[in-house]
């Protein structure tokens, strides 16, 4: 079948790598793609959110399978696009509908959706423009660290974690009043803060039936020791290693069961991944937040670690018989790295030259913010590339993924050196 994968970054090309060992797929398309994809795929000069150029090419490429790697196309509604659309409506979406699509879209929607379906997590009220002043009394009435988030997409940027109360008073006042991340926090959640590890719980549904991958852990912070700014994340290891079965019971009971049948009971129509941002407090898990699609870089971690045929996977989702499939993991580690651009996440320069990538043998290199121009590969993002490593353990498999980047050079290049540290 035609494969057509949506997205730019890291996850796509790790998408794209796994695709592309399946004999299910006969052409495999990227949209936009990078440097990495262009190796495996053909890749389409089309921006995830053009719908009618997406349709274009499905119609041009004769695509069977839309795979949709980030979370804008779904916010805005791609899949209700195919469904409405005579010649495409049959083209398989891997990816929630409109209406699901709000459990990332909004984080107000997500807190009532878990707090309708007992699902556990933080107590939280929202404020927009209008009450602002109420808000900062909500924040008088919680202790500190203070959590503050964007209700909409702000890139992962959204979510501010503060220890001083004025200061928190202002940065509220700057999200609401000032527009700081703009239309994303025309409506700000404010929620108490859990005390705990985090990790991420990563879930396919037919709509029906769901199957858990591998947890992962990812690391948003840009300074070692989980400090500065936070990025889009800047490593990953997978499995969590404080993960014990015992507590992956929890997982599945308290929180993806019921994720999973409130989805079908409040009518929201499901064909994708469900990412579970938890918190571990104490031995029970919480409930952050809600992607509706893979993270980044997990899926780093996650794909490589998956035995089972993802072309396979994928169709029995759009086919709703997921459940007959067999999801089969490799028992080793991996891990990955995520290297930078120099001053992400805030200013950055591009089109720095990357070299050494033909000397990584050890290690998968997973392109993100790197395009192909005049014959060399350059810098085209903030978050360059992602080096994934297997491993009996995880400091095995992270041990290696450090020596592979000393293979690799750009100017400027910055990563941090102690991811897995509190582990």
């Known amino acids: 079948m035609n494969i057509l994968v949506l997205g730019s970054g890291g996850r796509e090309h790790t998408f794209a790598w796994k695709i592309a060992q399946s004999n299910r797929c006969k052409s495999l398309f990227v949209a936009p793609g990078n440097s ?5 795929a053909t890749n389409l000069n089309i921006g995830v959110t053009d719908f009618e150029a997406i349709k274009s090419a499905v119609l041009e490429h004769q695509i069977d399978i839309v795979i949709v790697g980030p979370e804008d196309p779904l916010v805005q509604g791609i899949h209700d696009f195919f469904l409405q659309d005579d010649a495409i409506k049959n083209v398989a979406v891997i990816g929630p509908q409109q209406a699901a699509a709000e459990l990332e879209g909004s984080k107000e929607f997500a807190k009532e959706f878990m707090i309708r379906h007992n699902i556990p997590t933080a107590a939280y009220e929202s404020f927009t423009i209008e009450n602002v002043e109420d808000g900062y009394k909500f924040l008088e009435t919680l202790q500190p660290p203070y959590v503050l988030k964007a209700d909409g997409l702000a890139a992962g940027k959204g979510v501010l974690i503060l220890n001083d109360l004025d200061e928190a008073k202002a940065e509220l006042k700057s999200m609401l009043v000032d527009a700081k991340f703009g239309d994303a926090s025309t409506k700000v959640v404010i929620e108490e803060f859990l005390d705990g590890i985090e990790l991420s719980c990563f879930v396919l549904t037919d709509g029906k039936d769901y199957k858990i991958l591998p947890t992962a ?20 290891v997978s499995p969590v290693p404080f993960a014990t079965k015992e507590f992956l019971d929890k997982i599945e009971n308290q929180v993806v069961k019921p994720t999973v049948d409130g989805l079908k009971k409040d009518n929201l129509p ?9 918190i571990k407090v104490g031995d029970d898990p919480k409930v952050i937040e809600y992607n509706v699609r893979m993270g980044d870089p997990e899926t780093e971690v996650v794909l490589p670690r998956l035995k089972t045929d993802l072309v396979e996977v994928f169709e029995a989702m759009a086919n709703q018989t997921l459940s007959e499939v067999d999801i089969v993991i490799d028992e080793r580690a991996a891990t990955t790295v995520m290297l930078v651009s120099g001053g992400y996440p805030e200013a950055y320069e591009k089109g720095k030259e990357i070299t050494g990538v033909d000397n990584i043998t050890d290690s998968i290199v997973f392109h993100a913010g790197a395009i192909s121009k005049e014959g060399k590969t350059v810098t085209s993002g903030g978050r360059v590339m992602a080096i994934t490593s297997y491993g009996n353990t995880y400091n095995e498999a992270i041990k290696k993924s450090y020596q592979s980047i000393e293979k690799l050079h750009f100017d400027k290049m910055y990563y941090r050196k102690d991811i897995g540290f509190d582990l």
Do not use: H
């Not at 912070?221 to 500065?228: K, P, S």
């Open 270 to 278: 499901y064909v994708g991944f469900i990412f579970i941002g938890l």
């Open 217 to 236: 852990k990812d690391y948003k912070r840009i300074g070692e020791g989980d400090t500065g700014l936070n990025t889009g994340g800047m490593g990953a």
């Open 36 to 40: 990495g994809t262009e190796a495996i």
